[in-house]
């Protein structure tokens, strides 16, 4: 599980639209990594609208935002018009990603336990290194406290 200074795991993964995105491609900037548990679901769909209408504050300061999920590149597609959002999504599938971060974790929810991604956001440096881990993410707020992050790391 990586914490704050380790170098972040370093990931190619398909993205909406049909791309591919590499981690390790875009040092020299910072990169926020948002994983969430699932498209179109109320608190996610809360947290890609105001990270997509903070998108140019964050390229102001430097920064590139990226929402991961187990969704397929499919249902990002739909999930993106639907709510006209701007940050790319990325699709991990196989949540060999969402392990490598440690968000792939069990969950109990009303008695049943079950695994899926703990919202969780990553800030990188231009360096590749964790600037800032945020686990156990609510929603309200968020945003507003990894963009003023951004823009004092």
């Known amino acids: 599980m990586p914490e704050t200074s380790d170098t972040a795991p370093d990931f190619t993964l398909p993205r909406d639209g049909g791309d591919e995105v590499t981690l390790s491609e875009l040092r020299g900037g910072k990169v926020v990594l948002f994983f969430y548990p699932r498209d179109d679901t109320p608190g996610c769909t809360k947290e890609s609208i105001a990270f997509s209408a903070n998108k140019d504050a964050f390229a102001e300061a430097g ?86 992050a951004v823009k004092n790391a």
Not at 131 to 148: C, D, F, I, S, T
């Open 63 to 148: 920064a590139t935002v990226f929402g991961i999920s187990r969704d397929t590149v499919a249902k990002h597609d739909k999930f993106i018009a639907k709510h006209d959002l701007t940050v790319p999504l990325l699709s991990d599938a196989e949540s060999t990603v969402c392990e490598d971060y440690g968000v792939w974790v069990e969950k109990n929810m009303y008695g049943k336990k079950s695994m899926g991604i703990e919202r969780s956001t990553f800030l990188i440096d231009e360096e590749g290194k964790i600037a800032r881990v945020w686990r156990k993410v609510k929603v309200p707020g968020h945003v507003e406290e990894v963009l003023e």
